[in-house]
Nanobody, 118 residues
């Protein structure tokens, strides 16, 4: 069955770094665009970063440009989010999403908590 399993979240001080991972299984990874979303308490889920199915294109929310980097490893069926210069406002549950190219079918992971606090 389809699984997206996020990991790498935790508690970090402001200015610190984290790398989130999302391990995919149960579908053809190279046929899916991959994205990271986040949802802070009391707020709507928002798109953070997207990478195309072949890794050739990326896009970021303005709030994370220059600080976050999305990447994917097709050998490991894993997408990453490297987060640097973290701020308190980056605190949220981070979710991985896979979207099938051309068909629109999608899957969500269960989320991983990221907390930025001193």
């Amino acid at each position: 069955q389809v699984q997206l399993v996020e990991s790498g979240g935790g508690l970090v001080q402001p200015g610190g770094s984290l790398r989130l991972s999302c391990a995919a299984s149960g579908f053809t990874f190279s046929n899916y665009h991959m994205s990271w979303y986040r949802q802070a308490p009391g707020k709507e889920r928002e798109l953070v970063a997207t990478i195309s199915n072949n890794g050739g294109s990326t896009d970021y929310a303005d709030s994370v440009k220059g600080r976050f980097t999305i990447s994917r490893d097709h050998a490991k069926n894993t997408v990453y989010l490297q987060m640097n210069s973290l701020k308190a406002e980056d605190t949220a549950v981070y979710y991985c999403k896979a979207v099938r190219i051309g068909l629109g079918a999608f899957y969500w992971g269960q989320g991983t908590q990221v907390t930025i606090s001193s």
